[in-house]
């Protein structure tokens, strides 16, 4: 499928738009379900499971958006469980694999970071679900970014041992970084329609609270690292994608038709 | 002939910042079928009602249909009880001879100012802290979350520390009082 938005209807282009920011919610909700019994105490896997139950509200309303608008009629389910790898419109952080704890806290203050940017803006979308989705997740993601915060504020300033560990996350998540911030053909279309905002925009305060939270923990932001992924718009997935959505997918498709 | 019971009127402008917000008296909310779906309990916290919680947003009775349609709006966005209130809310509805239609609205976004004082006494009667007002965060400084004053619900003390920004459930993240020691929930102010 090609991403490029000439030709679609008003509609179509909605819907794509809504697909993708689904997409990044219910991927990053799956990776932190993944966290439930294994975090490092018990309040971890109750706060990074609600964590991903917001996100996984934000998906449902937004995928059941998406296929309304799209033509196809399909539901929610159809769209989590039944398409494949190169049907999903995620970034590549989000489908990251579950690593330590300093990794999770990273990419969640990343991409909490991202999203409290991008919700801030979509509260004046011109769609109402868009809009409705972003006036609910607005006050949720600042609570999941102060989460963030705290964490590596606890861990960067820890103990010699946190501190080097944090800071190797950093730089473990940097790659994945710049991808949330790319102004794809959809964003770009979609917020000239006025439904949708220009990632690019959301980098400069995206980034500043990132840093201040850095340089607060007493770390640093590594340097801009030589590779960097991108593609996932495009359906181009890295490789612990295709095991995600194994592991997401497979009970459904074992009982399709099958209701809960 | 069919006679359409008025709706509450919350859900027609979204309401100001930090202004509480009382689901006023209906007529639909007079009727049987109305008061028994406003009572349905909150499935994790059972002392407080889908109407205590500000869950509730409109019902319209029609009486010749013997048609409810309730709308309701989750606390967040995932919040995993909304189904479980669907359900009771269409079972209680049959129990009184009506067919009930639930649908979910997120605009304009719940928040706990929508709570009644009622809900806020039972809740601390129940031993959960209540919602701080958000529109209370007041002062030229950051109000960090871990630095909020919040009652223990059992001796009163403020002398409370957060344990964790998130409990049980979405809504309520988990404090501990130091002075008598007990730890407990607080509903999270949104």
Known sequence: ?260 | MSTVLPATTTDLAAPEAGVTLDLPASRALDTLVGRAIADVPDPEVPVVTIEDLGILREVTVDEAEHLVQVVITPTYSGCPAMDAIRVRIEHVAAREGYTASVTTRLAPAWTTDWMSEEGRAKLAEFGIAPPGQRAAAAGPVGVGLSVRQVACPRCGSSATEEVSHFGSTACKALRRCTACGEPFDEFKAI
């Open chain 1, 1 to 260: 499928m090609s991403t490029h938005t000439a030709g679609l209807t008003a509609s179509q282009l909605t819907a794509r738009y809504a697909l993708q920011l689904g997409d990044d919610a219910l991927v990053y909700a799956q990776r932190l379900g993944e966290w439930i019994s294994r975090a490092p105490q018990i309040e971890e896997d109750m706060a990074l499971g609600n964590i991903g139950l917001d996100l996984l509200g934000q998906a449902r309303v937004l995928l059941s958006h998406a296929g309304s608008l799209d033509g196809t009629g399909r539901t929610e389910d159809d769209l989590a469980y039944f398409r494949d790898e190169r049907g999903f419109r995620n970034v590549h952080l989000v489908e990251q694999e579950r690593s330590d704890f300093g990794f999770e806290m990273a990419r969640l203050l990343w991409f909490s970071a991202y999203q409290a940017e991008l919700y801030a803006a979509l509260v004046a979308s011109a769609d109402e679900v868009v809009q409705g989705v972003a006036l609910k997740a607005v006050k949720e993601v600042d609570y999941h970014r102060d989460h963030a915060t705290q964490w590596v504020l606890r861990l960067g300033d820890g103990t010699a041992e946190s501190h080097e560990r944090m800071q190797d996350a950093l730089t473990r998540v940097a790659p994945y970084v710049a991808e949330l911030f790319d102004d794809d053909p959809v964003s770009v279309a979609a917020a000239e329609a006025g439904v949708g905002a220009r990632p690019k925009s959301l980098w400069d305060n995206a980034f500043a609270y990132v840093s201040r939270v850095v340089s607060q923990a007493t770390l640093v932001l590594p340097e801009q690292p030589t590779w960097r992924s991108r593609g996932g718009r495009d359906g181009i997935h890295s490789r612990p994608m295709g095991y995600l959505l194994a592991e997401m997918q497979h009970i459904a498709r074992s009982h399709p038709g099958a209701t809960w």
